[in-house]
């Protein structure tokens, strides 16, 4: 197959070309800042069409990775930058494969299981789960889950008769490649920063990197498959326990639990995305008709 990676330079873009590339697929990665690698990169800006769109023409799978990191400080320019990156990203690869006389046959489109609610009740699967920021919910909150709102949004607004599109709701991958989300707690816990958040008890939703792999291989090959389609281990962990784990593969030792505090000025706070916050999923579909899910130990 020839596979279309935009935004692909990143932990899980390469991750996932790695993977491609050794299967025996020709990888063509899109990047604003294109570098040597052992599969085909290609220069674009992410927001007008280009030569970079011939790609597309005769791909068997477009891949949307693009979008500004939300390791940051939310500040009012990165909020906008944060989400004009994905809304241009998505908004011109659309009109790319609206263009091609051989236009791909799926696209997966990234999206964020941080588009659900907060909850403890149950997992928000991609079939039943509430999406919003739910009641007693900080304000604060809005801005992450109505960015993913609108990413998906511009994705569906796209007609691909002819393209089948899924969008992947995923969890934190965790994978020990650097710059990844693993490699930022594992820095923070060798640091003595793993500490519980708060009373530690909400849930962090987390799937290895080689199961995340795997699911795009199962939603490639499935083309009953569309819509939302949650990624995430059926095993989440409590806050104090996944940091328990983390410190005891480190080797690290057992910090002061991190408090919750006044909420700080709107411009600094976001919904988070990372272990502090996270609540239950579950992808009801892929879980169906998938193999066992792996969970082998990354290490430290």
Known sequence: ??????????????LLAKHWKSAGHEVVAFSRSPHLAPWEMIAWDARTIGPWAAEINGADVVV???????????????????LDSRIDATRVLGEAIT??????????????????????DAAND??????????????TWRFSIEAA????????????????KALLRSAMVMDRSEGGIFDT??????????????????????????DFVAALDFLIAHDELSGPINIASPNPLPNAEFMADLRHATGAPL???????????????????????HHQRDSARVRRRSRSQRFGSMGA
Request: proline residues 10%; hydrophobic residues 35%.
């Open 1 to 14: 197959m020839k596979i279309v990676l935009a935004g692909g330079t990143g932990a899980i873009g390469t």
């Open 64 to 82: 949307n990775l693009a979008g500004r990191s939300v390791n940051c400080r939310y500040t009012a320019a990165n909020r906008k930058e944060i």
């Open 99 to 120: 263009r091609a006389e051989h236009p791909p046959r799926v696209w997966l489109q990234s999206s964020t299981a941080t588009i659900y609610e907060h909850r403890y």
């Open 126 to 139: 991609d079939l039943t789960g509430i999406v919003g920021v739910g009641a007693g919910a900080p304000d």
């Open 149 to 164: 709102q609108a990413w998906e949004a511009t994705c569906l607004a796209v007609a691909t008769p002819q393209t089948r």
């Open 185 to 210: 707690l594992r820095m923070l816990a060798r640091r003595g920063l793993a500490g519980p958040a708060g009373d530690g008890k909400q849930f962090i939703s987390w799937v290895h990197g080689d």
């Open 255 to 277: 910090p002061s639990p991190i408090p919750i505090g006044p909420t700080p000025p709107p411009n600094s706070v976001r919904k988070p995305d990372h272990p502090a916050t």
